[in-house]
Structures are given as C-alpha cells and as structure tokens.
C-alpha cells in the first residue's frame, strides 16, 4: 500500500516555543491531507482537512492561529504547533489522500511540551 | 451525519480464542468502513476495509469483518488470538471511498496468556 511518513517521530520541547511536524505523501500524489489529534486512551479527533494550494479548513474549537497548516505541494503537508503549552501535549496523526483513493495514515508524533 | 458506536472500551481475550469486536455505524450514504489498529505509541495499520464488493472480508493477521447492512453492523473477529493481538482497535466509517473518516471511540483488547 501506499506510504505516508510523519516526522518527528517524537519530540519534547519547551512551553512558548514552536513546533512542525511533517507529513510526506512518499509515492502518491497527496491532494488532501488531514490532522487528528489524539489524547491519551481516546479516539482520534479530526482538526483539520488542507487541500493542496488553498487554505486548510479547521474543525470548530481548533484554534486556526495556534495550530497552523501549510500544504503547499502534493506530497507535503506541515503543522506547526505555535507557542507550545503543555495542554498542547498529545499525539497527534495525519493521513494523507489522492484522487481516488483511500487515505492512508503517517506513524504520528509524540509532542511533549515542558 | 455518520456516527460510530464501539459498544464495548475493553475486551479481554485468553491466548488462543476467538475475538470478537463491536462495530455499529449509522451513515446517510452507502459507507466505506474500516478497522484500524493501534499498538502502544505508534500510528495507525489498516486490517481491513469494505467498500461495497464481498460483505465478507478479509484482513491481514487473520482478522476478518462482516458488513450487515439490515444491522448496521461491521464486527471484527478472529478464530485464534495471538499475545501481539493486544492493542488498541478502531472502526471507523466514511463516506465515498475514503472521505470524511469518523472514528469509533476504539476497543482495547488485551490478550491473556
């Protein structure tokens, strides 16, 4: 099946300070993306959908400030997590889509935020 | 609207029986449907998936899923479980193939030895 890669893995890093995370479409063409953030023993939960080269849109109660979202290429697609709290710690996931097919889901990053 | 009910958070097996896994859906549309599993710490790996061919399917690691549609149900089993088995599964339902994914709540499954 088709390969989406997120990075990092995991990453710890200090309240105030931002964040990326990268999910890359490895060998298809990603026209759209989606963020799930996932808290501890609870489902994953949508934040939000980026379709390559427009604006992504935000499910209600994500801060679209906070949590921003760049898909600027079929293959990529970033979230930067801006002035990082420790609320902001979780895991979170994304998963990637091309024209007629499934969607297929990166390993997800750990952010720890101290 | 679509929704996914996982009627059961924790399930737990001893090596070697059957495992059977709640999946109930509601959608507007004809759904695709999904499980997902997730070990600790790690992403998500696809078992399985209907969408709309053979009501039974297959999976790999010997899961397999039975869409019903006059129950609106889509159950996970398996004829054996395996200590790997423990983890966290998910069904999840969309609508089209692969768009807008809703997730279940999951159902943890841990294996006895």
């Known amino acids: 099946g088709a390969v989406v890669s997120q990075h990092p893995s995991r990453v710890i890093c200090k309240s105030g300070t931002s964040v990326k995370i990268e999910c890359r479409s490895l060998d298809f063409q990603a026209t759209t993306m989606f963020w799930y953030r996932q808290f501890p023993k609870q489902s994953l939960m949508l934040m939000a959908t980026?379709?390559?080269?427009?604006?992504?849109?935000?499910e209600q109660g994500v801060e679209k400030d906070k949590f921003l979202i760049n898909h600027a290429s079929l293959t990529l697609s970033t979230l930067t997590v801006t002035s990082a709290h420790p609320e902001d710690s979780s895991f979170y996931i994304c998963s990637a889509r091309g024209i007629g097919t499934e969607a297929f889901f990166g390993q997800g990053t750990r952010l720890t935020v101290v | 609207a679509q929704s996914v009910t996982q009627l059961d958070s924790h399930v737990s097996v001893s090596e070697g029986t059957p495992v059977l896994l709640r999946c109930n859906y509601s959608?507007?549309?004809?759904?695709?449907l999904f499980w997902y599993v997730q070990h600790p710490n790690k992403g998500l790996q696809l078992l399985l998936k209907y969408t709309s061919a053979a009501t039974l399917v297959k999976g790999i690691n010997g899961f397999e899923a039975e869409f019903k549609k006059s129950e609106t149900s889509f159950h996970l089993t398996k004829p054996s479980a395996h200590m790997s088995d423990a983890a966290e599964y998910f069904c999840v339902v969309s609508d089209n193939y692969g768009q807008n994914f809703v997730f279940g709540p999951g159902t943890r499954l841990s294996v006895l030895p």
């Open positions: 980026s379709n390559e080269g427009s604006k992504a849109t935000y």
């Open positions: 959608s507007s549309y004809s759904p695709s």
